[in-house]
């Protein structure tokens, strides 16, 4: 079995993409934070002590997907031509689903890219209704679909 991120010496290194033609890619992720009555309650009313939660964790899964190849070793740096997070509170399931969407045109895509929003953005919801209620969880993050790229395209 060839290792992709293994040198002619066992080493780890980062792959070379430079003989890869540009593509246009896209990539979508979900995951969901499961919180309680309380705190769907006080997200639905907007009267989180901290703040508006749902919108500073939208700017922190952005951050995140920018600083994808800072946390994943073996990931390249790549321009992000366009990246988005949507919420959708799931008031009977006592839910926030989390879909984050990543964009490019380039040589590798951008699925790291959109599943490191879709955690940033789960645990700053995370952080920031702790203090109503510590029991939540974080589950079921994984890549929707991609586009684009040698691999072609993938749905979940």
Do not use: W
Not at 49 to 77: D, N, Q
Not at 89 to 102: D, G
């Amino acid at each position: 079995m060839d290792f992709t991120h293994f040198n002619k010496d066992g080493k780890a290194y980062m792959v070379d993409v430079s003989e890869k033609n540009k593509t246009k890619r896209e990539a979508t992720a979900f995951g969901k934070v499961k919180v309680s009555k309380e705190i769907i309650s006080k997200l639905i009313n907007n009267q989180m002590k901290k703040g508006e939660v749902l919108g500073v964790a939208r700017v922190a899964g952005i951050m995140g997907m920018k600083k994808t190849s800072e946390i994943i070793p073996m990931c390249h740096p790549i321009f992000i031509s366009g990246c988005e997070i949507k919420f959708e509170i799931k008031e009977e399931e006592c839910e926030i689903h989390i879909y984050s969407t990543a964009k490019t045109v380039g040589e590798t895509g951008v699925e790291m890219e959109a599943l490191t929003g879709v955690n940033v953005a789960a645990l700053t919801i995370y952080d920031m209704c702790k203090s109503v209620d510590k029991r939540m969880s974080i589950s079921d993050i994984h890549l929707l679909n991609k586009s684009g790229g040698k691999s072609g395209d993938f749905k979940f």
